[in-house]
Each structure stands twice: as structure tokens, then as C-alpha cells.
């Protein structure tokens, strides 16, 4: 993902963002749309300093946590931490080989279910364990290839 | 990182402030296609099944339009007060989704529209859940199957009594556990269970569902009995979120407005009792009492209300965006 000058790829995130909720709140797919919020952020993070992946996180959080209100306040938390650990990922995971991608998106989607889970368990709203691990896996699965798509189309556009 | 810690601990009213603020900016276009979608969805619903619900309203209101004149006339000859009745305000509903959001609705209606805190949401089917955080324009709620959801309720035979609570069934689906039960006390299979009104919440009568079987033991001398609710998930695009009472035409219990006949009748009418403390001496406080007392009468045993199992939605629909007139005050006539 180092292809692009940074206006082009600080359009790519943005319209990750806003087909995001267009697809998720907009048209109401709910959960049948991928996550494009982390996928962007996950991509953004990568080139961005760790204190301003995290300040972007909290930023898509509030956008997140203003539609979904069960998620106010915890999605912020868990975004900022998860483009904190994004930045600094680039410490011990280098490449951009598509294994390295999909297994970079699949490890930040899933610990963002997992952050949210504890942090939603914590305020009393967690729910069951098998309600975290099943849908989960699922929707980092989903999110790996989809991340995985968004950055081949941004190579080839770019 | 300390700033989403902040949003975390700060209270639900400043969250909804800061959410509404970003939903009415950065997402107005979002909210604004939500809004689209969700009333062409309303729109292009099930045409004959509105049409089939339009007819049998039209055929219940054209037979019982003389009962109702003739109870309000037969109240007024008693001295009984008008009942109260519920209004309720049509709303539709969107399933969050995500983590923690399980049975968690948003409806497309708020404080503007009279919802208040707290306020049952219903069905034609019967109980959906109720309001459990009220916006402007907006509000959420949790229906039946989230955890932490209670209702006090009844058969209605009035026999069995207790606090229906989400539950898995041994295949796992979803039901309502009736508990605690006491060990004497069996309800048949397929008895209508009722909101009993207990605790103020829920107003008595709401039809909850139908018992399933009976349960794991609660332990001690108690059971605990599976409830299917009447209201499926699937079936929670349009509700009606329940007002408050209010003076209006209808005489009817609650309950009836779903065809369900409550056996075991209330003890006293309290907008009656209010007036006359005996019934059968009507305007008795109106009167002076004569100085020797009158023998004490026979009291009629109560007799079960004979119920049209027809069903009614009691109240007066208030829409969104419409204004609303107190009651008593003529709304001006339209212009040509």
C-alpha cells in the first residue's frame, strides 16, 4: 500500500468511510455490509504516526457510536486503540503480500470484536461467549477478504 | 485514548446530545437515505395484508359503533366517569446490529411525537418490548428477546402469576421463561398469557404469548414455564408505542383490544369508585345519606364481560408531524 500520493489514497479512505455507513446505515444492511470502518482504518493506520491512526480512530468511533448507540463511547475506544496497534504494527509486520495483508486485516478485525465484547461486557451488554467467537471470526473473514479486494482495486486505480 | 474513555463515563443525556449532533451534521445525507429507506419499505408492505386489516377494522367499527353509544350512555345513566383509555403513536422500527445491539430497536419516532421513557411497545400480536431511551426525534428500544427484559404477567384465568424473562428453549429457540411458578399452580399448555400490570410498567391485558411447556425446575417449590411470544422478531417493522391514559370514548378493558377475555376481572372500577363507592347507588356522594341506614342488599355475583372477539386498537393515533389537540378542544375546521 505504498503505491498513490496522499491525496488520492486520503480519498480512498474516505470513501471507504462513507460506503461504510451508506451501505450499513443508509440502505440498512446492518451487519450483511463488511466493516469498512476498520478496513479503512486498518489501511490508514499503516501510514499515519501512532498518536493520529488513534486520534482517526476515535474520530470513525464517534461516527460509529452516534448511529449505533449500544456502541457510543466503546467503538471510539476500541478504533483508537486498534489504529494505535496498527501504527505501530509496522515495527514487526512488513510486506505487502497479500497473505500478510489478509492476515494483518483478519488479526485487526477480530480484536476490535474483542475489545468491543470486553468493553460491552464490562457496562452489563456483553452477552454470551459464543455470541463474540462465531459471528466474530465470521465478520473478520469477511473483512480479511474484502480489505484484501479494497487494497488490490486501490493498486490498481492508483 | 483519554478522550474515548471520557465518552465512555460521560451520561446518556450528553450522549445523546453528542450523537445527535453528529448524526444531524457529518451523517444528515446517511440518516436522511435510512429515512428514505425505511418509508419506502413501509410503503411497499404487504398491500393485501394492509387491505385485509383495513377491511376487518372497517367491519368491527360499522357493528360495534351502537355498542359503544350504548355503553357510554349506559356509564353516564350509572354516574361512572369516562375510562380512561391509551392513545398510542405509530412508529417504525430498524434493528441495530452489531455487537451488544441484540433486540435493540430504533424507532422513527420521539419525545416530539408525545413517546415518553418507559413506554410499552405493542403489535397487533400482542406485547414487543418497550422505549428504553427517548430522542427528539428518535428513540431505541428493547423488545422481548434481550436479555435483562422483565414483564409481569398472568394467565388469563388468573391462576398463575409471575415475571416472564428471555430464555433458550432445549432447541434453542428463543422464548420467554415464565418463573417463579408455584408448584401447585399448572398452567395448560396454550393458555394466553396477559400483562398482569404488576410493578405500573406494562398496563394490564397486553397479550404476551402462549405457554409452551414447562421448563427446567426453578429449584425449591416453584416451576418455571416457556412462553412463546406472540409478536415474532421478524414481525417488528411497524409498533405502536402505548401513551399515556387518557380520557377518551372507549369503555373497553385494555385486553379486549386483542380479543382476549380476562376472566378474572378487577376488583373494582377505579374511575367508578372514585364517584360512586357502590355501584348499584350510583351518585352517592352527591347525595345527602339518610339517616337510617338501608339495609344491606344482595350483591350480584360479578359476571365475566362478554367480550367481542374482534379486535380494537383503543386510543387515538397521533402521527408524526401532525399537531396535536388536547382533548375537550374542537381542532379548527378546514378551510375550502
Redesign the interface.
Known amino acids: 500500500m505504498t503505491e498513490g500520493t496522499r491525496w488520492t489514497f486520503l480519498v480512498f479512505v474516505a470513501a471507504l468511510v462513507v460506503l461504510h455507513?451508506?451501505l450499513?446505515?443508509?440502505?440498512?444492511l446492518?451487519?450483511l455490509a463488511p466493516d469498512l470502518l476498520v478496513i479503512a482504518l486498518l489501511l490508514a493506520s499503516r501510514r499515519l504516526r501512532p498518536g493520529t491512526a488513534?486520534a482517526l480512530g476515535?474520530f470513525l468511533?464517534?461516527?460509529e457510536?452516534?448511529?449505533?448507540?449500544?456502541?457510543?463511547?466503546?467503538a471510539?475506544?476500541a478504533l483508537?486503540?486498534l489504529g494505535?496497534l496498527g501504527s505501530r504494527s509496522r515495527e514487526w509486520l512488513a510486506g505487502d503480500d497479500p497473505l500478510t495483508l489478509v492476515a494483518y486485516f483478519f488479526a485487526g478485525a477480530l480484536l476490535y470484536?474483542l475489545m468491543?465484547?470486553v468493553?460491552?461486557a464490562v457496562?452489563g451488554?456483553?452477552?454470551s461467549l459464543m455470541?463474540?467467537v462465531i459471528?466474530?471470526l465470521l465478520a473478520s473473514v469477511y473483512a480479511a477478504a474484502v480489505g484484501l479486494g479494497a487494497s488490490t482495486l486501490y493498486r490498481t486505480l492508483a | 485514548?483519554v478522550?474515548?474513555?471520557l465518552?465512555?463515563?460521560?451520561p446518556p443525556a450528553y450522549?445523546d446530545t453528542?450523537?445527535h449532533a453528529?448524526?444531524s451534521t457529518?451523517?444528515y445525507?446517511?440518516?436522511a437515505?435510512?429515512h428514505g429507506?425505511?418509508e419506502r419499505?413501509a410503503r411497499y408492505a404487504d398491500a393485501s395484508r394492509l387491505r385485509g386489516e383495513r377491511d376487518s377494522l372497517a367491519s368491527y367499527l360499522v357493528g360495534q359503533s351502537s355498542l359503544a353509544q350504548e355503553n357510554r350512555e349506559l356509564r353516564a345513566l350509572l354516574g361512572f366517569r369516562p375510562r380512561l383509555t391509551y392513545s398510542f403513536v405509530p412508529a417504525e422500527t430498524?434493528?441495530?446490529?452489531?455487537?451488544?445491539?441484540?433486540g435493540?430497536l430504533?424507532l422513527s419516532v420521539g419525545t416530539r411525537d408525545g413517546v415518553r421513557m418507559d413506554a410499552p411497545l405493542v403489535t397487533a400480536e400482542g406485547l414487543v418490548g418497550k422505549v428504553s431511551?427517548v430522542g427528539e426525534t428518535s428513540s431505541?428500544a428493547t423488545d422481548w428477546t434481550r436479555?435483562g427484559f422483565a414483564v409481569a404477567v398472568m394467565t388469563v384465568d388468573g391462576e398463575t402469576y409471575g415475571i416472564a424473562t428471555p430464555a433458550d428453549d432445549p432447541h434453542q429457540e428463543r422464548v420467554l421463561a415464565l418463573t417463579p411458578v408455584a408448584f401447585h399452580t399448572v398452567p395448560d399448555t396454550g393458555s394466553i398469557v396477559v400483562t398482569s400490570g404488576d410493578g405500573g410498567l406494562f398496563p394490564r391485558g397486553i397479550p404476551v404469548g402462549k405457554v409452551i411447556g414447562q421448563g427446567k425446575q426453578a429449584g425449591g417449590w416453584q416451576r418455571t414455564y416457556y412462553i412463546r411470544p406472540s409478536v415474532n422478531p421478524a414481525e417488528m417493522a411497524h409498533v405502536l408505542v402505548l401513551g399515556e391514559p387518557q380520557p377518551g370514548r372507549s369503555d373497553q378493558d385494555l385486553a379486549t383490544a386483542w380479543g382476549v377475555r380476562l376472566m378474572q376481572t378487577q376488583v373494582a372500577d377505579t374511575s367508578a369508585r372514585a364517584v360512586a363507592p357502590d355501584a348499584a347507588t350510583p351518585m352517592a356522594p352527591l347525595r345527602p345519606r339518610p339517616a337510617q341506614p338501608a339495609a344491606p342488599r344482595p350483591r350480584p355475583r360479578p359476571q365475566p364481560r362478554r367480550v367481542d372477539p374482534t379486535p380494537e386498537l383503543p386510543g387515538r393515533p397521533v402521527f408524526p408531524g401532525q399537531p396535536r389537540v388536547p382533548p375537550g378542544i374542537e381542532p379548527p375546521p378546514a378551510r375550502p
Open positions: 455507513f451508506v450499513r446505515v443508509g440502505l440498512g446492518g451487519i488513534a476515535f468511533g464517534l461516527l457510536g452516534s448511529v449505533v448507540d449500544t456502541l457510543f463511547g466503546s471510539s475506544l483508537a486503540v494505535y470484536n468491543l465484547y468493553l460491552l457496562g451488554a456483553g452477552g455470541a463474540l459471528p466474530s | 485514548m478522550l474515548s474513555a465518552l465512555l463515563a460521560i450522549r453528542v450523537g453528529v448524526r457529518v451523517l445525507p446517511v440518516t437515505m435510512q429507506a425505511n419499505a430498524d434493528r441495530l446490529s452489531g455487537p451488544g445491539s441484540n435493540m430504533q431511551r431505541l436479555e
